[in-house]
């Protein structure tokens, strides 16, 4: 009887040796055992997140959208001013910028007149060369924050861009967009009209670029970034109350027949 069981114990093992020496056996015990701890692994991971409210998955957090929208939004290229047409060869100037730190003669060409006062020119105002109308298109990326009717400035588009900074559309006929509206560079917003302001300049488009409310020479920014913006450079040094300021002045010194001569207009100062 104990050869029958040393026999049978024999038999047992060599059974296991045999089992063990198959090619797919260890592989099949590390996958089970990876699966088995991987399995625990989730299930304890699980456990945690509902007790952190803070663990929440990305469809129902907003502020990791609003989050990563931002960064969408940083990483967008820069884009430079461009010409408020389709072709800037096809226009010219046909009243500058006023430059308070421009000759004299400059300053002169810069005031526009009207009902006998002069006002410095805080943008620019563009002609086509044939005379004729002409599309206005966006400058730059942005958001319409007004859209206007104004017979004496002819009826205006204000466009924010980012860190203050705005582009105006003045003298504008058959305006296709509104406010609220978000504009891409280069789109078309209006045709090119008329105002009373400048009637002398005839079918034009005036073109602003502000920065808080401060008007700089668009001229010197063509193909540069909003961020070239500089306080006191190539601007007026003045905003919206100093524009009243200089209009008041310029309607306070007259000559004996109720006019003011370009002579005696004084222009805004830094």
Known sequence: MEMKEEEKKLIRKTGIQRFFKKRWVYPAVYIGAAA????????????????????????SNPEMNLADKDAMEVNMPVENFEWPVANADEVEIKTPFYDANASQEEQESA??????????????????????????TAAMSGTVSAVEEDALL?????????????????????IQVKAGDKVKQGQVIAKAGRSLINED???????????????YNPVEYFKKPATSLKEGENSTGTGE???????????????????????????PTD
């Not at 002819?154 to 466009?159: D, E, H, K, R, W």
């Open 36 to 59: 088995i701890i991987l399995a625990s692994f989730l299930w304890f991971q699980s456990r945690g997140d509902e007790g952190n409210p803070e663990n929440i998955g990305y469809e």
């Open 111 to 136: 005031l526009v007149s009207y009902e006998n006062s002069f006002q410095p020119n805080t943008g620019i105002d563009i002609v086509a060369k044939n005379g004729e109308t002409f599309d206005v």
């Open 154 to 174: 002819g009826n205006t588009i204000v466009i924010e861009h980012a860190n203050g900074v705005e582009t105006r559309y003045q003298s504008v006929s058959d």
């Open 201 to 215: 300049a005839g079918i034009h488009v005036h073109f602003e670029i502000r920065k808080d409310g401060v008007a």
């Open 241 to 267: 109350k100093a524009d009243e300021e200089a209009n008041d002045s310029s309607q306070s010194d007259g000559s004996d027949e109720g006019q003011t001569s370009p002579d005696q207009t004084q222009g």
